[in-house]
């Protein structure tokens, strides 16, 4: 039995190492904020337990291959028909559980899940409603990158900076997002996505403030960066810096 054993765990380290099967990915969710969130995808994880309090952290086994959006929904509750909906990032859906993409703004992190090779970036495309942060815990990078695999995100603020004419408020007039000049204003000027074409005032302020995020449609530095190898993704809101 012990000799059965033994073969079996053998075969499974050299299909491993073959590339095979594949360790789990892992990722760990930090919310760092001073207020609870509530973690959204636009395809199913598996995962329902999605509140978030302040200065704690989940850990979830993601999908082997998945491919899709994560953000996190702010000032979320139930009425008193249990529709359920957010401030921020809500699903649209009545229920905790999302099934489509969010309304907008919102930060969107976005990844492709390919055995262990996790490809990701952070998006302002579609503006932000929370800072975050895309922190690989080591690995290599892939698919024509070098070296270690690099944080991005967009750590600072935009709400506090975001100008009057994309500000997005809730009842109190308090301002909990910022549009995405393209979708608040449309092509051709705000939605710089051909050769040739120069982002707008707004996106470039957006750009030079969050360097790693792609902030506009033809935003493509840094590219999205492939990375394998890991301990864990890291995903982190509201980073202290």
């Not at 899940?113 to 503006?127: A, M, P």
């Not at 990158?145 to 967009?154: I, K, T």
């Amino acid at each position: 039995m012990a000799f059965k054993t033994s073969l079996i765990v053998l075969l499974q380290v050299s299909l491993l190492a073959a590339g095979v099967i594949s360790e789990d990915v892992v990722f760990v969710f930090q919310n760092q904020c001073p207020y609870p969130i509530w973690l959204s995808s636009g395809v199913a994880t598996g995962y329902t337990n999605l509140k978030m309090k302040s200065d704690t952290s989940k850990t979830y086994t993601m999908p082997y291959t998945w491919n899709g959006s994560i953000w996190a929904r702010t000032n979320c509750s139930y009425d008193k028909t249990l529709n359920f909906s957010c401030e921020t990032g809500d699903c649209r859906s009545g229920s905790i559980i999302c099934d489509s993409l969010p309304a907008i703004p919102v930060t969107l992190l976005n990844f492709a899940i390919n055995q262990s090779v996790v490809h990701y970036e952070l998006s302002l495309k579609h503006g932000f409603n929370v800072a975050a942060k895309i922190q690989p815990d080591g690995g290599y990078l892939v698919d024509g990158g070098f070296g270690d695999c690099p944080a991005v995100g967009c750590v600072a603020d935009l709400n506090h900076v975001c100008p009057p004419v994309l500000s997005f408020t809730n009842k109190n007039g308090a301002n909990v997002g910022c549009y995405s000049p393209c979708d608040k204003f449309g092509p051709p000027k705000y939605c710089c996505n051909v050769p040739g074409c120069h982002p707008d005032p707004y996106s470039i302020m957006f750009k030079h403030l969050c360097p790693s995020a792609h902030v506009y449609p033809g935003d493509d530095r840094p590219p999205i960066y492939g990375c394998t190898g890991f301990k864990a993704i890291n995903v982190i809101f509201c980073p202290i810096v």
